[in-house]
């Protein structure tokens, strides 16, 4: 049974961590003119009203999204990725604030050229009854079913390229092995795919097994960016977001190395982000 409920969280700290690396890869990956498909194997709702009785129960972007909001002229001065992040943020904007949070199928398809293509895939009837309510593209398929079996089913695809985020709610143990399983299998049927991995950093350290089968089931090229706003002893909750890039673009690494470091201060003194390679060429 599933209850988790992104709305809970939309726009968190590990949202902006997430969204700007998605978005910094698609930017990418749109220097190139051969056509892409993008799969999205969970993909949440789409788009957040902050307003919404879920979001504004926690109200997690107050220290996600509304901290780079609030500074976004001085932040788009330090790093043009920010600057770029932020004005995408804005194109949401309903009222004069900042009022909604896009989700990753918002981040897929709101540069989506005519040549790409976009599969989002989404288990939950009810999440899934969100999403199909989301104004999105033509091109855009929308999938009520797993996404992990969906995305194997998938391949390979008929565009040269392929783009996929993996970002689960990880409410069952199981779900590290099973991502580390899907993704290994995909890579034998799409080598040259970009993949990206999201994780939770909590206290019992199950992301870990997650990094282990990846890289020893023999999978390359693997860069690692982790953002933590504490230590794992601090509590109980979230202290950290990772997310795991398999064959990241080239140059990938210095422009979220510079974003993470403008956005740092605005978490406090013990902000810390790492980006490097898990695995090796
Ligand atoms: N990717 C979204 C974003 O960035 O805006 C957030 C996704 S949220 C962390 C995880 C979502 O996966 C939830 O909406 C949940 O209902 C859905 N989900 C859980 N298990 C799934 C599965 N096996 N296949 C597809 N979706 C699943």
């Not at 001065?77 to 990753?104: C, I, M, N, T």
């Not at 390979?156 to 290994?184: F, G, M, N, Q």
């Not at 970009?194 to 390359?220: C, S």
């Not at 140059?251 to 510079?258: A, P, S």
Request: charged residues 20%; neutral net charge.
């Amino acid at each position: 049974m599933l209850s988790y409920q992104h709305a809970y969280h939309a726009g968190n700290f590990a949202d902006v961590h997430k969204h700007l690396t998605l978005y910094a890869v698609v930017d990418h990956l749109l220097r190139k003119k051969s056509s892409i498909t993008y799969i999205d194997t969970h993909a949440g709702r789409g788009l957040y009203p902050l307003a919404a009785a879920e979001t504004a129960r926690l109200q997690e972007y107050q220290q996600g999204v509304a901290r780079p909001w609030a500074k976004r002229t001085g932040l788009s001065k330090a790093s043009s990725l920010l600057g770029d992040w932020l004005a995408a943020v804005g194109e949401v904007q309903q009222g004069g604030g900042l009022d909604h949070y896009p989700g990753s199928p918002w981040w897929l398809s709101h540069r989506l050229r005519e040549q790409d293509r976009l599969r989002l895939f989404e288990l939950h009837p009810g999440e899934h009854g969100h999403l199909a309510d989301q104004a999105l593209p033509e091109a855009v398929k929308r999938i009520q079913g797993d996404g992990l079996a969906g995305l194997l089913k998938a391949l390979p695809v008929k565009t040269p390229r392929l783009c996929v985020l993996i970002d689960p709610s990880y409410e069952r143990k199981a779900e590290y092995d099973e991502v580390a399983d899907t993704v290994l299998s995909a890579m034998r049927k799409a080598r040259h795919a970009v993949v990206m991995i999201w994780y939770p950093m909590l206290p019992a350290g199950r992301h870990q097994a997650l990094l282990e089968g990846l890289r020893d089931g023999g999978l390359r090229k693997i860069w690692c960016s982790e953002l933590t706003l504490g230590d794992p002893g601090e509590g109980h909750g979230m202290y950290g977001s990772g997310i795991l890039v398999v064959n990241p673009p080239w140059g990938l690494d210095e422009r979220i190395h510079e974003a993470m470091a403008a956005l740092l201060p605005l978490w406090g003194p013990t902000a810390r982000h790492r980006g490097d390679w898990w695995v090796g060429e």
